[in-house]
């Protein structure tokens, strides 16, 4: 769903004094199940609105056609910015609208929505991608820690306590959300952003919003922050390449599978296609190579193919004595 849109369709609504899923459909340019589902949106993230059934009936918002967005609580007004973070503004229409909506919204609400809007970065992906994967719970606690200025208590690995961190950036790389976060300089609350980290949300065994305040230095960039991140990221995770050839009826879901680390090249023997795949070691490399059995064949280097033998060596090793199944 585009931020851009749902905007449009709560200006619609402060505009007119009804409009049905039929109206408001036209108005946006898109089908009627998705104009009912953008105002279900808007109706779950706490903008007031109800829908009136009968004759001249149509969504409407509660107060009259002229209720402006002053008129929402903070959770309102909080859950209707978390909405639009979850799927970034994708034109200069929807930069605008969105500075819009933040100027209607009250005073004491629009530094923290600006906070989350500016520290939530959305990217393309690193491999698979799935634009309809939903965010993960503690994206919306991070988020609220970001709006109130506040540290976290978070637990990322097994038999280890939870540590104080200020949130600095939450964002989303394909179908993957990750928080960038670093620990407060002693007795300032301020982040020392000489310690960022990265941790994967899906990855986050305990999370709370604490007490203590925490926020980002004043000169800190969330977008420069993330871009540096990712360039980190991006060049360890390429750092060995391989030559593959691959059947022409597994090319396309290979490719998906690889992402931006797979580059189709020449035609090869026997139909297949070549393809350069990346990952960051060749074991890495060799265990997802594996699951594609004999559909791909590494070309080169040596070293891929030599971890591919002790991933069959020990598959071997483990189910020789498995019994055939009976028939």
């Known amino acids: 769903m585009r931020a851009d849109r749902l905007i449009q369709a709560l200006l619609v609504l402060q505009a007119r004094e009804s409009v049905t899923a039929a109206q408001l459909a036209e ?6 199940p998705t104009a009912r589902r953008d105002l279900q949106a808007l109706l779950d993230a706490g903008v007031p609105i109800y829908p009136r059934a009968g004759r001249g009936g149509g969504w409407q918002l509660i107060g009259g056609a002229r209720t402006d967005l002053t008129g929402l609580s ?54 698979r991608d799935d634009p309809a994967a939903e965010a993960p719970a503690h994206a919306q606690l991070l988020q609220e820690a970001i709006a109130t200025g506040k540290l976290v208590g978070l637990g990322y690995r097994e038999g280890r306590e939870p540590v104080a961190l200020v949130p600095l950036v939450v964002g989303r790389r394909g179908d993957l959300w990750y928080v960038l976060a670093a620990p407060p300089r002693p007795g300032t609350g301020v982040a020392d952003t000489s310690r960022v980290r990265t941790y994967r949300i899906d990855r986050i065994r305990e999370l709370r ?6 926020r980002a230095p004043d000169d800190f960039s969330p977008e420069r922050a993330w871009e540096e991140m990712v360039a980190v990221v991006d060049a360890r995770r390429g750092a060995v390449a391989a030559t593959v050839a691959v059947g022409p009826e597994v090319v396309a879901a290979f490719c998906r599978w690889f992402g931006q680390y797979a580059v189709v090249g020449e035609s090869a023997a026997g139909g297949r296609v070549q393809v350069e795949v990346r990952a960051q070691s060749a074991r890495a490399l060799a265990e997802q190579l594996a699951g594609w059995s004999a559909e791909v064949e590494v070309i080169e280097p040596e070293e891929v193919r030599h971890e591919l033998v002790q991933i069959g060596a020990h598959l071997v090793a483990t189910y020789r004595d498995t019994s055939p199944p009976s028939r």
């Open 27 to 32: 108005e946006l340019e898109v089908s009627v």
């Open 209 to 214: 919003v604490l007490r203590e305040p925490g």
């Open 74 to 127: 903070a959770p309102e007004a909080f859950a209707l910015v978390l909405r639009l973070t979850r799927t970034g503004a994708e034109s200069e229409a929807a930069v605008r609208a969105e500075r819009k909506m933040l100027q209607a919204l009250p005073r004491p609400f629009r530094d923290a929505a600006e906070r989350v809007i500016a520290a939530t970065v959305h990217e393309g992906p690193w491999g």
